[in-house]
């Protein structure tokens, strides 16, 4: 399975991105994609999580009711919209992805792709 993610960029403090993640390869199978981000410095921490059905949906109290996560099965592709950015956002973007219909927090990833660098300037 190969994962790339998209969308990074500089945006000022207040404005909006939205992230892609394609997966590839092995993708006949149900997954769980998640996105998680490392800020220099710091460690990796996560983000946002969609299962499979795109039922449930999980995100970190830092960017709730700031990022949607959703999902389209059929291109293999899960997207992470991120409104209202702030300088603490700033972070290089990691899609991972966990085969399994299901999604829960503690779920140890399966494939992860190469980051994508968010830059929020203020």
Sequence with gaps: VQ???SGGGLVQTGGSLRLSCAAS???????AMGWF????????????AISWSGGVTDYADSVKGRFTVSRDNAK???DLQMNSLEP??????YCALRFG???????????????TLVTVSS
């Design 101 to 115: 219909s299901t999604w829960a927090r503690y779920y140890r990833m399966d494939y992860w792709g190469k980051g």
């Design 76 to 78: 293999n592709t899960v």
């Design 88 to 93: 603490e956002d700033t972070a290089v973007y």
């Design 25 to 31: 390869g092995r993708t006949d199978s149900s997954y």
């Design 3 to 5: 994962l790339q993610a």
């Design 37 to 48: 981000r490392q800020a220099p410095g710091k460690e990796r921490e996560f983000v946002a």
